[in-house]
């Protein structure tokens, strides 16, 4: 049976595990620099940078979505940033991602956002079908850039 739940601090362990299935998934293994010290001091203090909810199945952690506010100047309203949407391989299928999703809108409503944005990998087919049945879009003519590690550095030593 299906429960959907926000995360504590006891889930730290788990939602790291988590981001790192996602990054292996992703083809990225090595990428993921975050520790649980990381996510306790972000996550879960009284300011929170970040929330997760989970998804259990049977009472098993199987699934996660890790999101954010953002703001649009052109909304005039917040935003739901969707950094991470992952379900266990074994478990998929079953209609979990897709809860996390009707889940995080229900989230949007209650909080007055304009609407939930994220990123999808251009080769994986089946979570855009997926996206795409559950009516989001891709937004036309943008693209995203990001400036991270020296760049980042460089970028603001200039004067």
């Known amino acids: 049976m299906l ?18 299935e996602l990054a292996e998934y992703e083809r990225e293994p090595n990428a993921v620099h975050a520790t649980e010290d990381d996510l306790r001091r972000d996550g879960f203090t ?12 049977n009472g ?5 979505a890790f999101f954010f506010h953002h703001y649009s100047t052109w909304q005039g309203k917040a935003g739901i ?10 478990f998929r299928g079953r209609g979990i991602g897709k809860a996390l999703m009707i889940q995080l809108a229900r989230i949007a409503l209650d909080e007055d956002c304009y609407g939930i944005r994220w990123e999808v990998l251009d ?12 009516g989001a879009r891709f937004r036309e003519h943008w693209r995203v850039m990001q400036i991270t590690g020296e760049d980042l550095e460089r970028l603001a030593k200039i004067r």
């Open 81 to 90: 940033y969707l950094e991470d949407l992952y379900v266990r391989p074994e």
């Open 60 to 64: 098993v952690p199987v699934g996660m």
């Open 46 to 57: 009284s300011n929170p940078k970040f929330r997760v909810i989970i998804s259990e199945w």
């Open 123 to 134: 080769w994986n087919a089946l979570a855009i079908q997926a996206y795409q049945r559950q």
């Open 3 to 20: 429960h959907i739940r926000k995360a504590d601090p006891q889930d730290i362990p788990t939602i790291l595990s988590f981001i790192r």
